[in-house]
T-cell receptor
Framework: GNSVTQMEGPVTLSEEAFLTINCTYT??????LFWYVQYPGEGLQLLLK?????DKGSNKGFEATYRKETTSFHLEKGSVQVSDSAVYFC???????????FGKGTRLSVIA | DGGITQSPKYLFRKEGQNVTLSCEQN?????MYWYRQDPGQGLRLIYY???????QKGDIAEGYSVSREKKESFPLTVTSAQKNPTAFYLC????????????FGPGTRLLVL
């Protein structure tokens, strides 16, 4: 079946540090991959996505590259800010007929 | 503006009471979803609907019920059979086409009195 595994948190970084949150997946075929962000007390917002191998999604300084050979979609940001503190979810979609499959989420705390 | 609305933002339930959470979308999306999120936890799928008048159970459907009489609306009822309903409930929708983004509402926090 389809599944997503992401690194467990919490992750605590100082402001301006480099961020990596690992995400690997198991799926048949060619899934689309997503990163969502959830700020405290809110719903999830799409951060970025990639729909085919070697695509790079990017938004707000965050990037992730769809690596089919390693079945990975790691999230990176070169310099985090306090405002990036949130929970980040990796997800995949294998077809339009089934719900997204989510990882368990990684909580990021950025301290000044 | 297009989007997903959930109401109320906070909801209190008494013992033995059924409560209904509202979810409305004006994005013309075919599919709608309900998730439960417990503190510090990920998302768990309760129910989903891919088309009007049809819905499927997710991973934790026991103690919940839904209806999909209109494309825009997918209300969730938390019944008295759900013994531990305190959680954050998230509604989502997306087009039926593959690879499309799923959009989330702002959530409803349900508390038991």
């Amino acid at each position: 079946g389809n599944s997503v595994t992401q690194m467990e948190g919490p992750v605590t970084l100082s402001e301006e540090a480099f961020l990596t949150i690992n995400c690997t997946y198991t799926a048949t075929g060619y899934p689309s991959l997503f990163w969502y962000v959830q700020y405290p007390g809110e719903g999830l917002q799409l951060l970025l996505k990639a729909t085919k191998a070697d695509d790079k999604g990017s938004n707000k300084g965050f990037e992730a590259t769809y690596r089919k050979e390693t079945t990975s979609f790691h999230l990176e940001k070169g310099s985090v800010q306090v405002s990036d503190s949130a929970v980040y979810f990796c997800a995949l979609s294998n077809s339009g007929n089934t719900p997204l499959v989510f990882g368990k989420g990684t909580r990021l705390s950025v301290i000044a | 503006d297009g989007g997903i609305t959930q109401s109320p933002k906070y909801l209190f339930r008494k013992e033995g009471q059924n409560v209904t959470l509202s979810c409305e979308q004006n994005l013309n999306h075919d599919a709608m979803y309900w998730y439960r999120q417990d503190p510090g936890q990920g998302l768990r799928l309760i129910y989903y609907s891919q088309i009007v008048n049809d819905f499927q159970k997710g991973d934790i459907a026991e103690g919940y019920s839904v209806s999909r009489e209109k494309k825009e609306s997918f209300p969730l009822t938390v019944t008295s059979a759900q013994k531990n309903p305190t959680a954050f409930y998230l509604c989502a929708s997306r087009p039926q086409r593959g690879g499309e983004t799923q959009y989330f509402g702002p959530g409803t926090r349900l508390l038991v009195l």
